[in-house]
């Protein structure tokens, strides 16, 4: 990273707050916009108006997890300003400038593939994912003990899905002594879901033992939880659908059949905002520490 790097951070939610802090403490200038109703101490942050910012002098952007919408709006929580992400701002940066977004969408790959600016996505990194799993999967654990009236321990439950954050589900749910079942596709899965010590069942069977669970997480990003497998269902399970939008879940049919099926999104934020602030703090100042 070179010295006296600029950084504008562009809007984001509680878990920014940490980000900004640990960016300011490594001696980084940090510029905010859309961050109006918080003040920081660091000398290194600097507040700004969207039409005051100099692009040109910018190394890098960081825009919230969510990235843009498709007109380039971003979400600010801390102004009633609109933050907005144009072309020609881009334009104006450095061509060394790098804008790390959690996800992007069509409106901002475009932008950065005609402006030639690198686009980094650091929801898709497994590091992100695996330290976010942690929070997730303790929320995860928070909304299951809430909405059912027995105990996790002695509770049948199934687990679709075992990459990031499934597996690490799967780790907590069996500690404290849950029956657990993984649903999987990969036969290296069903071997570490073997040495893990739970069972598994290939994700097309899940008819066959739905009827046995007490609760059905899912984290498979397509629609697994359809009206056949619901309808084998016990109208007392719960399920707690992680997925990102839309979900791996039939929730009207769910809804129809008296099943609770709970779309539990942006977990990490809500429940851990300062850790999950922490995990993307920590990452980001890696990348630009090894120039990634
Ligand atoms: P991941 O590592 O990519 O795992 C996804 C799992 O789904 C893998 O086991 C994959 O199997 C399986 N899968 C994908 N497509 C499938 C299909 N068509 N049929 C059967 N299995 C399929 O993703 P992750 O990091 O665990 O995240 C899972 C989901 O949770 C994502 O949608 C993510 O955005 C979301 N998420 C939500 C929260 C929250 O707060 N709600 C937090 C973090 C992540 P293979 O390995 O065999 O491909």
Redesign the pocket.
Known sequence: MKENFKILVMGGDNRYVEVIKKLASSNISVFLTGFNQLSFEDSHVNHCEIEEIDFSKMDAILLPVAGTDLEGNIEAVYTDKTVKLSEEMLKKTPQHCVIYTGIANDYLQNIANTTNRKLVRLFTRDDI?IY??IP?SEATLQLAIEETDVTIHGSNVIIL??????LTIARNFASLGANVTVS???PE?FARISEMGLKSIP?DNLNKIISQMDICIN????Q?IDSEVIDKMKSSSLIID???KPGGTDFEYASQQGIKAIH?????GKTAPKTAGEIIGTVLLEILENNE
Not at 219 to 222: A, S
């Open positions: 994912a976010n799993s997730t899905g075992f990459g990031r954050v499934g999987a596709r990969k899965h994700t984290t498979i990003p397509y697994i992680l997925a990102s539990a999104l942006g977990l990490p």
